[in-house]
């Protein structure tokens, strides 16, 4: 057993991608001590997403709200109020909603936290899914520009509205990084240690690679999930991130 690292710990976002209760719950219980927050997306929210819920926030347990919110302005606010009330320390909205359905997002959700006497979440904007490619953007969507720089434009479409972060490959996490500032939080999906299967992730990175270019939070999936021994795997990308930190 490994000692764990906090700063370490913080960084860590396991995504529950299965359908049962049963199996969402063995994986906390076996890997709670390993993560920091537990991401809850479409496919185990549509199933269980309440009770699931309750089961984490019994044990103090901080969780990501996957949800990728995107509607108008109105409705994205009453549901931003909602996903607070439900105690999520996270969640996601899609920045293509433009900045006006953004900064009702943020507003709604900071004075839901002020009035509840709670943490205000940190909520993330989602950029251009990875599943669209450039010929998807152009030619499908008649956006006329590379998807690197429209993430970019994006991005700053989401510092400027209020956001706290975007939800972005390691690869675009440092010119994000660079556009903008520090404190802007990117949290990086796709993420693969050495040892593990790329499965379907075209630009997976290492957990070590994903550090240096400067995301503040790696979700981890199957390369955890599905692996033989779940917590000698966490240990192992544990050991590789803190023999780089030194
Ligand atoms: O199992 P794996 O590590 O590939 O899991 C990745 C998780 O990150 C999944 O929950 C997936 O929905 C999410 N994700 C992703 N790629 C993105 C955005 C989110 O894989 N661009």
């Known amino acids: 057993?490994?000692?764990?690292?906090?700063?370490?710990?913080?960084?860590?976002?396991?995504?529950?991608?299965v359908d049962s209760l049963e199996d969402a719950k063995r994986l906390i219980t076996e890997l709670k001590d390993f993560v920091g927050v537990f991401k809850v997306g479409l496919q185990l929210y549509?199933?269980?997403?309440?009770?699931?819920?309750?089961?984490?926030?019994?044990?103090?347990l901080e969780f990501f709200l996957d949800v990728k919110l995107l509607d108008?302005?109105?409705t994205v606010a009453k549901a931003s109020e909602n996903i607070v009330k439900r105690g999520a320390s996270f969640f996601n909205i899609h920045t293509l909603g433009g900045a006006e359905m953004m900064r009702q997002c943020v507003k709604s959700a900071k004075e839901t936290a002020i009035a509840l006497n709670g943490k205000e979440p940190t909520i993330?904007?989602?950029?251009?899914?990875?599943?669209?490619?450039?010929?998807?953007?152009?030619?499908?969507?008649?956006?006329?520009?590379?998807s690197d720089d429209y993430v970019l434009r994006l991005a700053r479409l989401a510092?400027?509205?209020?956001?706290?972060?975007?939800v972005a490959s390691v690869w675009e996490a440092k010119r994000i990084k660079e556009v903008c500032g520090d404190d802007f939080k990117v949290l990086c999906p796709g993420i693969?240690?050495?040892?593990?299967?790329?499965?379907?992730?075209?630009?997976?990175?290492?957990?070590?690679?994903?550090?240096?270019?400067?995301?503040?939070?790696?979700v981890i999936g199957r390369a955890v999930t599905s692996a033989d021994d779940r917590v000698k795997?966490?240990?192992k990308i544990y050991s590789e991130i803190g023999d780089m930190e030194g």
């Open 124 to 146: 993330l904007g989602v950029t251009v899914l990875t599943s669209i490619s450039d010929e998807v953007l152009n030619n499908e969507l008649g956006i006329e520009q590379k």
């Open 46 to 60: 549509t199933q269980n997403g309440n009770e699931i819920i309750d089961f984490m926030t019994e044990q103090g």
């Open 233 to 235: 795997a966490m240990e």
């Open 1 to 17: 057993m490994i000692t764990i690292n906090k700063k370490i710990k913080e960084k860590i976002v396991l995504a529950l991608d």
């Open 72 to 74: 108008i302005p109105n």
């Open 192 to 218: 693969r240690p050495e040892w593990s299967l790329k499965n379907d992730q075209q630009r997976a990175a290492t957990p070590k690679f994903a550090i240096t270019e400067g995301a503040d939070y790696l």
């Open 159 to 166: 510092k400027d509205s209020g956001l706290d972060g975007v």
